[in-house]
């Protein structure tokens, strides 16, 4: 079974910083790579950044230049540094685990809410 828990979202002003952890959890898998999305209100779902097993990393245009992923020392744990953090920045941040487990391999967390706001 395959767990996937987000923390550390919360209310910001523009300009202002938040970073994310992403946990996976469980045993008998293999994590290929560990994304974040975003989805606000009315829109869809959008790639926010991953990172493969082998450390490539992508961003979504949206974000680029002004969030950073990375992963902890258990490779199981990802984080998203975010700055300059902008009102359009507001949504709801899904982790999404890639596995070899499963019929698609794709398991989501609950989501954080990130509000940017004065």
């Known amino acids: 079974q395959v767990q996937v828990g987000e923390s550390g979202g919360g209310l910001v002003q523009p300009g202002g910083s938040l970073r994310l952890s992403c946990a996976v959890s469980?045993?008998?898998?293999?994590?290929?790579?560990i994304d974040w999305y975003r989805q606000a209100p009315g829109k869809r779902r959008e790639l926010v950044a991953g990172?493969?097993?082998?450390?490539?990393?992508n961003y979504g245009n949206a974000v680029k230049g002004r969030f950073t992923i990375s992963r902890g020392d258990a490779k199981n744990t990802v984080y998203l540094q975010m700055d300059s953090l902008k009102p359009e920045d507001t949504a709801v941040y899904y982790c999404?685990?890639?596995?070899?487990?499963?019929?698609?391999?794709?398991?989501w967390g609950q989501g954080t809410q990130v509000t940017v706001s004065s």
């Open positions: 469980g045993s008998g898998f293999e994590i290929y790579a």
């Open positions: 990172i493969t097993r082998a450390g490539n990393i």
């Open positions: 999404k685990a890639e596995t070899d487990l499963g019929d698609s391999g794709d398991y």
